[in-house]
């Protein structure tokens, strides 16, 4: 393979790892602010010592994500040294912005958040805890917006090869963003609701629950039932965007090789690019201009009107239904899990009123995390429907790839390939080793003496 194939992999594999962190973690931090909130108007235990298990959860993910993030920075400078040269004008000012506001915030609150836990007023705890939140939602913010800049670039002028920003407003807020951001921050919603479905469940299973169990296992349903039909409108108005400006991308993951009127919708098939055609295709008719265009006599335009600009087909068809497959999964398991919690609503105690069957449980445990598969394959659908451009429509990939022998890319593909597996199979087993042994990770609050003045 060549040196830009190998670094667009290269990138693939450490951007895929990077993700899973943020998308837990920026959703995860309002679920703490919840749980810290519900403990501060009940008094009720159980409350806080959801607040603490999740910290811990917390605290592990956004270590990880600040790792992976710094080795992903370096990457533009290793494997893409046009990519800043070109675009840098626009690229590192959003990227400082992002640390300056976002990651200082985050950092500075953390370990109020962590450990200020008796050390502090309950007030300042509670808005450390909702700085950090804040944070992880602002650096989602400034990301999203450079990525969607490179999908749908507005803003900007060319002068000498380089991209120069001529209205800030129009390069932020460019035409992808809000559905974009919308898109992302339900998908980490959707994420961390069943990461802690499933964990509790586990916990559950396992005879490890402590009270906190019940309250995060019910929260966790309650937001997966009401963001999943949120998550499918908002794609929705993604994919009308989409349409518009990166009717490429549309017509791939659709496998629309031609241009067509009332388009049928392709549920599957087996898409050969050679052949320019879909094979074994399970067609709808009319339902491809219909869900596309909200118009089922719409005009839709095929990879044809794009002879040597249009990204793979393949891999954005797979990911894209993988994407809506996991996300209808998770829509009837947390309908489904919401509707027996509702049916147990009368119980004598709130542990008969949170009670599921062992059954429901194993299917909440195994969808732990289904989140992190629907990021990934709409990540890909969103990143590789962008081809052959890195800043779509008007810079090629192709053009700021690094010239660093083939090798060398091998060699270091193979390193961060071993050490990120490494990485996530002991962050899986770490949360698996918290849920059943929870009591183990829950600090013991300064008492007394130990309070000093900043805990009076």
Request: net charge positive.
């Amino acid at each position: 393979m060549d040196a830009l194939l190998l670094s667009r992999i290269q990138f693939a594999a450490n951007i895929s790892f990077h993700i899973l962190f943020p998308t837990i973690t920026i959703a995860l931090g309002w679920f703490l602010l919840y749980f810290r909130i519900r403990h501060s108007r009940t008094n009720d235990p159980a409350w806080e010592e959801a607040y603490y298990f999740w910290t811990k959860v917390f605290a592990l993910s956004f270590a990880l994500g600040v790792v992976s993030g710094l080795v992903m920075s370096f990457q533009f400078g290793t494997n893409w040294p046009g990519f800043m040269e070109k675009a840098g004008n626009i690229a590192g000012p959003l990227l400082g912005y992002e640390v300056i506001t976002a990651f200082f915030l985050e950092a500075s609150f953390l370990g109020i958040m962590l450990f200020g836990r008796g050390r502090v007023s309950e007030r300042v705890h509670l808005i450390a805890t909702f700085l950090v939140a804040a944070g992880t939602t602002l650096s989602a913010f400034w990301i999203l917006s450079l990525n969607s800049w490179m999908q749908t670039p507005a803003g900007f002028e060319i002068v000498e090869g380089k991209f120069m920003p001529v209205d800030w407003f129009a390069v932020v807020f460019n035409p992808s963003f809000p559905y974009r951001l919308a898109h992302k921050l339900l998908a980490s919603a959707l994420t961390a609701s069943f990461l802690i479905a499933g964990l509790c469940a586990w916990q559950l299973i396992k005879g490890s629950a402590t009270g906190g169990t019940h309250k995060a296992l019910r929260t966790a349903v309650i937001a997966a039932s009401v963001a999943m039909p949120l998550q499918f409108l908002a794609g929705d108005l993604h994919g009308l965007n989409t349409l518009q400006h990166q009717p490429a991308k549309i017509a791939a993951l659709e496998g629309i090789w031609h241009t067509e009127k009332s388009a049928p919708l392709t549920l599957f098939g087996l898409p050969d690019e050679g052949a320019r055609t879909t094979h074994y295709a399970v067609k709808i008719p009319k339902m491809a201009s219909l869900i596309l265009a909200h118009d089922m006599d719409a005009e839709l335009k095929g990879l044809n009107e794009f002879p040597d600009a249009h990204p793979p087909v393949a891999p954005i068809f797979w990911a894209f239904r993988v994407m809506v497959g996991v996300g209808t999964l998770m829509l009837v398991v947390a309908w489904a899990t919401a509707w027996m919690l509702w049916r147990r609503r009368h119980g004598t105690t709130f542990e008969d009123r949170i009670a599921l069957p062992r059954p429901a449980l194993y299917v909440l445990a195994g969808m732990t995390f289904s989140g992190w598969l629907a990021t990934l394959a709409g990540w890909y659908v969103t990143e590789i429907g962008r081809q052959p451009f890195i800043v779509y429509g008007h810079l090629r990939t192709a053009e700021v790839a690094t010239s660093v022998p083939s090798p060398m890319i091998a060699v270091t593909l193979t390193a961060y390939l071993i050490v990120y597996g490494l990485l996530l199979i002991t962050y899986v087993g770490v949360l698996k080793y918290m849920a059943e042994h929870p009591f183990k990770h829950a600090p013991e609050a300064p008492r007394g003496a130990e309070l000093g003045k900043a805990g009076v």
